[in-house]
């Protein structure tokens, strides 16, 4: 993952939605067709800002996590903290952010799930205070 591991599926290069995350991430496609399939790889401390995968009918993302530590939360609830092998489902139109801990790599596969009118929304960053405060 950092350089020295072997990982699932190929880190990929500079995400290019970078201006939407606070530190280094890097995405590489699995597919585009059918149903979009990202793997995404985040440095120590990474993570996107809040979100909203926008869909008028259907819609939404799942996180395949595969490697490291990391963390997923919804607006309004506590953070939950996410292992290889977790899976979470997140509903279109539900403000949420994820990424890594800060002391270590984390790694998941995003799925777009198929929608109508479907768009991500991009709001502000996780507000650093309660990053830092996260074990």
Same mark, same amino acid.
């Not at 970078?18 to 530190?23: A, H, T």
């Given at each position: 993952?950092? *350089?020295?591991? /072997? +990982? &699932?599926?190929?880190?990929? =290069? %500079?995400?290019?939605? *970078? %201006?939407?995350?606070?530190? !280094?991430? #890097?995405?590489?496609?699995?597919? +585009?067709? *059918? ?5 995404? +790889? ?12 926008? @869909? @008028? %009918? ?9 490697? *490291?530590?990391?963390?997923? !939360? /919804?607006?309004?609830?506590?953070? !939950? ?10 509903? @279109? ?6 990424? $890594? $801990?800060? =002391? ?5 596969? @995003? ?9 991500? %929304? ?7 205070? !309660? #990053?830092?405060? &996260?074990?």
């Amino acid at each position: 993952m950092n *350089g020295g591991e /072997k +990982t &699932l599926f190929p880190r990929g =290069d %500079e995400n290019p939605f *970078g %201006e939407f995350f606070v530190g !280094q991430s #890097y995405l590489k496609m699995l597919t +585009t067709e *059918g149903v979009p399939i990202g793997n995404v +790889t985040f440095e120590p401390g990474c993570r996107n800002h809040w979100h909203v995968h926008r @869909a @008028a %009918e259907g819609g939404g993302q799942i996180l395949l996590c595969t490697s *490291g530590r990391g963390w997923y !939360q /919804k607006w309004g609830e506590p953070a !939950q903290e996410l292992h290889p092998g977790d899976v979470v489902v997140i509903p @279109a139109n539900v403000k949420h952010w994820h990424g $890594a $801990a800060r =002391d270590s790599w984390f790694v998941h596969l @995003a799925v777009e799930v198929p929608g109508d009118g479907t768009t991500t %929304e991009w709001l502000e960053p996780v507000d650093e205070n !309660q #990053y830092q405060r &996260l074990p």
